[in-house]
């Protein structure tokens, strides 16, 4: 399973980025798709994370300015990043939870990450 994430870059504090990530390859099922951060200095912390469901959780930082979406069809999850602030710099690396096949285990894939970079 191989993901790839894209969409960040620079952008103005109150800003507005999408970030996206595809999963492809051998993929039987997906349940939580999620997006965790790496600022400078400091561990990966989540940031969104959405579960078969429909359930949602946020970092309390992150609720009411960012939006964490999936589109089942496509095996990509999205994150709309609202009002951001520079704080909100970070490397954002996305996380699927998936298995293989009906008899595999569920185990967690990672993206390789895109950079958010918020100027004040």
């Known amino acids: 399973v191989q993901l790839q994430a894209s969409g960040g870059g620079l952008v103005e504090t109150g800003g507005s980025l999408r970030l996206s990530c595809a999963a492809s390859g051998s993929i039987y099922a997906i349940s939580a798709m999620a997006w965790y951060c790496r600022a400078p200095g400091k561990q990966r912390e989540l940031v969104a994370r959405?579960?078969?469901?429909?359930?949602?959780d946020y970092a309390m930082s992150v609720r009411g300015r960012f939006t964490i979406a999936r589109d089942n069809a496509k095996n990509t999850v999205y994150l709309q990043m609202d009002t951001l602030k520079p704080e909100d710099t970070a490397v954002y690396l996305c996380?699927?939870?998936?298995?293989?096949?009906?008899?595999?285990?569920?185990?967690?894939?990672w993206g390789q990450g895109t950079l958010v970079t918020v100027s004040s």
């Open positions: 996380n699927v939870q998936a298995r293989t096949s009906p008899t595999s285990i569920w185990r967690d894939y």
């Open positions: 959405t579960v078969s469901g429909g359930r949602e």
